[in-house]
């Protein structure tokens, strides 16, 4: 992240909120930081390339417009950059803003109860590619299939890691792949960048066996390292109606030397949802081969435990609203 170049807004009408997050950022390394005490003096910010920010800390409870009618106007406007939502409101109301900037589409970073410390607010905007060094007021750049065929056939396609942590002992069991494109022209592209491309001009089920090949190789490198790590891997609805896709993923694992029970397959609740008949079939098959198999982001599909019964799941994956402010609900409740 370009913090040098990142401009952000804070907007809150209270003017000692305003310092304090200013500060904040500033200690933080931003050093564009500007502040606005209401929405409209913050919306006239945005139609100056120059001024407009590329991260806004919105508060939601101010006088005249308030933050969830300002977010409904970034909408109006095009905004394109990031938020993060910070309120000193019931933190229900702080998490359906967070869930209404989302269904808008805007990239929310994340949402805080004040006072907010700046080890959580410096994490959130770690996140924000909108200040990556490339990212300032360039266009998102689209791919077209021929390009994007090129690279997932001729191995630009790269795994990172992020390990799954037990919690009662502290120990890492496995990793999660998450796949990015190191394009020859472009450097390191994210997934967001791609995959929607990827989805539309059909090519998701050749990228999805080119990371699952590449996982199993490096899982094989650290099996014979002596690290005993489970490697998940996010499988696509079309791998989900591929009928050698079972017969795929056994004979990649056996060529590697790796046991089916550490391999852990992710689908999205909400891809299954939209029609259980195709991937059942493969989704047995593949756990009659002792491959894992998890429900990903659960409690955003719709679906009913009654539906999940029928499913062969051996792993829920709640999705990250449901917990995110669990301490605080607790001290609710008390």
Same mark, same amino acid.
């Given at each position: 992240?370009?913090?040098?170049?990142?401009?952000?807004?804070?907007?809150?009408?209270?003017?000692?909120?305003?310092?304090?997050?200013?500060?904040?950022?500033?200690?933080?390394?931003?050093?564009?930081?500007?502040?606005?005490?209401?929405?409209?003096?913050?919306?006239?910010?945005?139609?100056?390339?120059?001024?407009?920010?590329?991260?806004?800390?919105?508060?939601?409870?101010?006088?005249?417009?308030?933050?969830?009618?300002?977010?409904?106007?970034?909408?109006?406007?095009?905004?394109?950059?990031?938020?993060?939502?910070?309120?000193?409101?019931?933190?229900?109301?702080?998490?359906?803003?967070?869930?209404?900037?989302?269904?808008?589409?805007?990239?929310?970073?994340?949402?805080? #109860?004040?006072?907010?410390?700046?080890? %959580?607010?410096? !994490?959130? &905007?770690?996140? =924000?590619? /909108?200040?990556? $060094? @490339?990212?300032?007021?360039?266009?998102?750049?689209?791919?077209?299939?021929?390009?994007?065929?090129?690279?997932?056939?001729?191995?630009?396609?790269?795994?990172?890691?992020?390990?799954?942590?037990?919690?009662?002992?502290?120990?890492?069991?496995?990793?999660?792949?998450?796949?990015?494109?190191?394009?020859?022209?472009?450097?390191?592209?994210?997934?967001?960048?791609?995959?929607?491309?990827?989805? #539309?001009?059909?090519?998701?089920?050749? %990228?999805?066996? !080119?990371? &699952?090949?590449? =996982?199993? /190789?490096?899982? $094989? @490198?650290?099996?014979?390292?002596?690290?005993?790590?489970?490697?998940?891997?996010?499988?696509?609805?079309?791998?989900?109606?591929?009928?050698?896709?079972?017969?795929?993923?056994?004979?990649?694992?056996?060529?590697?030397?790796?046991?089916?029970?550490?391999?852990?397959?992710?689908?999205?609740?909400?891809?299954?949802?939209?029609?259980?008949?195709?991937?059942?079939?493969?989704?047995?098959?593949?756990?009659?081969?002792?491959?894992?198999?998890?429900?990903?982001?659960?409690?955003?599909?719709?679906? /009913?435990?009654?539906?999940?019964?029928?499913?062969?799941?051996?792993?829920?994956?709640?999705?990250?609203?449901?917990?995110?402010?669990?301490?605080?609900?607790?001290?609710?409740?008390?």
């Amino acid at each position: 992240m370009d913090r040098t170049n990142c401009k952000i807004l804070v907007l809150d009408d209270d003017a000692f909120t305003r310092i304090l997050h200013a500060t904040m950022l500033a200690n933080l390394g931003f050093q564009q930081v500007a502040t606005c005490a209401s929405g409209p003096e913050a919306l006239g910010t945005l139609h100056d390339a120059r001024t407009a920010p590329l991260v806004i800390l919105i508060d939601l409870n101010m006088p005249g417009m308030d933050g969830v009618e300002f977010v409904r106007h970034l909408v109006t406007h095009g905004y394109t950059g990031s938020l993060v939502l910070v309120s000193g409101e019931d933190g229900r109301i702080l998490k359906s803003a967070h869930a209404l900037a989302v269904a808008h589409r805007l990239d929310v970073l994340g949402s805080f #109860s004040k006072p907010v410390s700046p080890l %959580l607010l410096g !994490a959130a &905007l770690n996140k =924000a590619q /909108s200040c990556d $060094a @490339t990212a300032p007021g360039a266009v998102r750049k689209s791919y077209g299939a021929v390009e994007l065929q090129f690279g997932i056939q001729h191995g630009e396609l790269i795994n990172h890691y992020q390990p799954k942590l037990s919690l009662s002992s502290g120990q890492i069991t496995g990793v999660e792949t998450l796949v990015r494109w190191r394009s020859p022209m472009d450097g390191l592209i994210y997934p967001d960048q791609f995959i929607p491309e990827v989805e #539309s001009y059909g090519l998701i089920d050749a %990228l999805t066996r !080119a990371v &699952l090949v590449q =996982a199993f /190789s490096d899982a $094989a @490198t650290w099996q014979a390292a002596g690290l005993d790590l489970s490697v998940a891997i996010n499988v696509s609805m079309a791998n989900l109606t591929a009928l050698d896709f079972p017969d795929f993923v056994s004979e990649q694992a056996g060529l590697k030397g790796l046991q089916p029970e550490s391999i852990v397959l992710e689908v999205t609740e909400s891809q299954l949802m939209r029609d259980l008949r195709a991937p059942l079939e493969i989704l047995t098959r593949l756990r009659l081969r002792r491959f894992r198999l998890s429900i990903d982001d659960f409690g955003t599909g719709h679906s /009913s435990l009654a539906q999940l019964r029928d499913l062969p799941f051996d792993e829920l994956k709640i999705d990250r609203s449901f917990v995110l402010d669990w301490p605080s609900s607790w001290e609710w409740q008390r």
